[in-house]
């Protein structure tokens, strides 16, 4: 069944093929722009705000060029306005098909951004979408859509879970130290293991989404590592990801956990100066790092 509210056809398309509604590519190319970070643009005088930074306000033209606020979604969470399943999607996002895809809002919706729900298993049966449309989500930082092994894996944060379920919505407040200590320790830690389980033997272990992996995994970890410390992300000097999943065959991953979570000082190109160290190793690839 195909459905489309007054709110999604303007925020975003489908193809209506066969009784069947499709994801169209090019479309959701389009939204590369947003990097690995969702973010946008809030205009100073006025207040308005747009998906997709922008050097200048629609409404205020000339006076806001070059004095456009950014703003970061990574640690907000919005609402999901308007959804509808996509059963088949085109090429290179069949494998996550059937999937949700639908508009979620900011700030009361003052911004609307595309998005999929993900950690989201949809059978043949039919969805009562009313049931989702209304309801809290926080961004997620996943694949994006499936690659050939040889390729760099696109990543983004235009995926969604729900705010009041697994891993629901923490907020990110900084605490400033008011004493310095000259011994080390731990200030907090963050853990993330992925939603879905398989038993075999009385045993029980995780399986990682089809959109999840240890770049992912370090990813959301290391979120929580900071929301739960409080520290500013640019005080983080170095970080070290141990795997023995890499995604990759040489390339390293905590290089791209540094830049996706804005670790360290950063430079006037864009890129995140913190000492960063991959690991691999079988069972121990993480606790190795610390002898």
Not at 90 to 96: A, G, P, V
Not at 162 to 182: G, L, S, T, V
Not at 235 to 262: C, D, H, M, R
């Amino acid at each position: 069944m195909f459905r489309r509210s007054r709110v999604s056809e303007q925020r975003f398309s489908f193809i209506y093929w066969g009784g069947r509604s499709v994801s169209s590519e090019p479309i959701e190319r389009r939204v590369t722009y947003v990097g690995d970070r969702l973010k946008g643009s809030r205009c100073p005088f006025c207040g308005k705000e747009y998906f997709k930074p922008k050097r200048y306000c629609g409404n205020c033209g000339r006076k806001s060029l070059g004095k456009m606020e950014e703003i970061d979604f990574f640690y907000e969470k919005g609402v999901l306005e308007t959804c509808t399943v996509i059963r088949e999607p085109t090429n290179r996002f069949t494998k996550l098909a059937p999937l949700i895809y639908g508009t979620v809002s900011f700030h009361d919706g003052k911004v609307r951004v595309p998005g999929r729900l993900t950690d989201i298993i949809v059978g043949s049966e039919e969805i009562n979408l009313d049931d989702l449309e209304g309801r809290e989500v926080v961004p997620r930082f996943r694949r994006r859509c499936s690659v050939s092994k040889s390729d760099i894996i696109p990543t983004i944060s235009l995926a969604f879970t729900f705010a009041d379920e697994y891993y629901p919505y923490q907020r990110y407040d900084i605490f400033h130290p008011n004493k310095e200590y000259d011994v080390p320790g731990i200030v907090g830690y963050g853990v993330y293991i992925s939603r879905f389980r398989i038993k075999e033997v009385g045993v029980e272990r995780s399986v990682p989404f089809i959109d999840e992996d240890a770049i992912t995994a370090a990813v959301e970890a290391g979120k929580l590592a900071l929301i739960y410390s409080g520290i500013e992300c640019w005080f983080i000097g170095k970080v070290y990801v141990g795997t023995e999943s890499n995604p990759y065959v040489v390339n390293p991953i905590a290089s791209k956990v540094a830049q996706v979570l804005k670790l360290g000082e950063e430079s006037a190109d864009g890129v995140q100066e913190v000492d960063a160290v991959d690991t691999e190793f079988a069972c121990k690839a993480a606790t190795s790092m610390f002898k």
